[in-house]
C-alpha cells in the first residue's frame, strides 16, 4: 500500500520573506510587460481608427465637392491641420468628461446627447485608454518589495489583517499605498468589510506562486 502523503500544515511556497520579494519581482516583471503589450495593441487599434475617420472625413468632403460644386476642386491643403485641432479638442473634452465622471456608474437610460456623445466620444476614449492603461505598471522599490512579502506571510499565518493594521507593518503611508495597490491589482490579495473595519486578506484565485502547497520544502 503507498505511503500517505504529508499532510503538514500549509505554507506559502515560498516562505522567507526576501524569497517571495524575488517571485514578486518577477511576477510584476511579467505583469509590466502584458500591460505594455496591452498599451502598445491599444495604441495601434486608436491609430487604425483615427487613420480611418480621416479617410472618412476626407471621402465625405470629395464627395461634398461634387455634388454642391464647391469653388475647388480637391480636399483643401489645410484639411489635415483642421482634423488634428478637431481631434485634439475632442481628446481634451473626453479627459474633461472622464475626471468629472470617473465614478460615474453605468445606466439604464441615458438622453439623447449622451448618446451621441458616447459615439462621438468613443475614438478619444479609446486613445485616453492607452494611458490608463500604462498607469497599472507596477514599480515597486526593493523596500516596498520586501514589505509586501512580509504582509503576505503576515496573511498567511493571521489569515486575515485590518487594513488600519498594515500601516504598523509599513509606516510610510506611500510605500503602504504603492504595495497594496500592487497586490490588489495583480489579485493576489483583496479587500472585505466585516462591520466597521476594512479587512485584508489572500485573495482565494491568486496567481500560483503564492498559493499555498502541503509540502515540506521552501524556496530561498
Known amino acids: 500500500m503507498a505511503a500517505s502523503r504529508s499532510k503538514g500544515p500549509l505554507t506559502l511556497r515560498v516562505r ?15 505583469h509590466n510587460l502584458y500591460v505594455l503589450g496591452l498599451a502598445a495593441g491599444t495604441l495601434i487599434v486608436a491609430l487604425a481608427t483615427w487613420l480611418l475617420l480621416y479617410w472618412v472625413c476626407a471621402w465625405l468632403l470629395v464627395l461634398a465637392i461634387a455634388v454642391f460644386d464647391l469653388p475647388f476642386t480637391r480636399i483643401p491643403p489645410g ?6 485641432v478637431t481631434a485634439a479638442c475632442a481628446i481634451l473634452y473626453a479627459w474633461i468628461d472622464q475626471r468629472l465622471s470617473a465614478n460615474a456608474r453605468p445606466r439604464d437610460k ?3 446627447f449622451e448618446i451621441v456623445s458616447d459615439i462621438l466620444l468613443a475614438i478619444p476614449r479609446m486613445t485616453l ?21 512580509e504582509l503576505l506571510h503576515r496573511l498567511r499565518e493571521e489569515r486575515r489583517v485590518p487594513m488600519s493594521g498594515v500601516r504598523l507593518q ?14 490588489q491589482l495583480t489579485q493576489i490579495v483583496d479587500v472585505h468589510r466585516d462591520e466597521t473595519e476594512y479587512w485584508l486578506r489572500l485573495n482565494a484565485l491568486r496567481p500560483a506562486e503564492f498559493r499555498q502547497a502541503r509540502d515540506g520544502s521552501a524556496d530561498a
Open 110 to 112: 441615458k438622453s439623447t
Open 79 to 84: 484639411f489635415h491641420i483642421l482634423f488634428l
Open 16 to 30: 522567507t520573506p526576501e524569497g517571495t520579494a524575488r517571485v514578486l519581482r518577477a511576477y510584476f516583471a511579467r
Open 129 to 149: 485608454a492607452v494611458g490608463g492603461t500604462l498607469g497599472a505598471r507596477l514599480r515597486l522599490t526593493g523596500a516596498e518589495l520586501l514589505g509586501a512579502a
Open 170 to 183: 509599513i509606516p510610510d503611508p506611500a510605500e503602504a499605498a504603492h504595495v497594496l495597490f500592487a497586490l
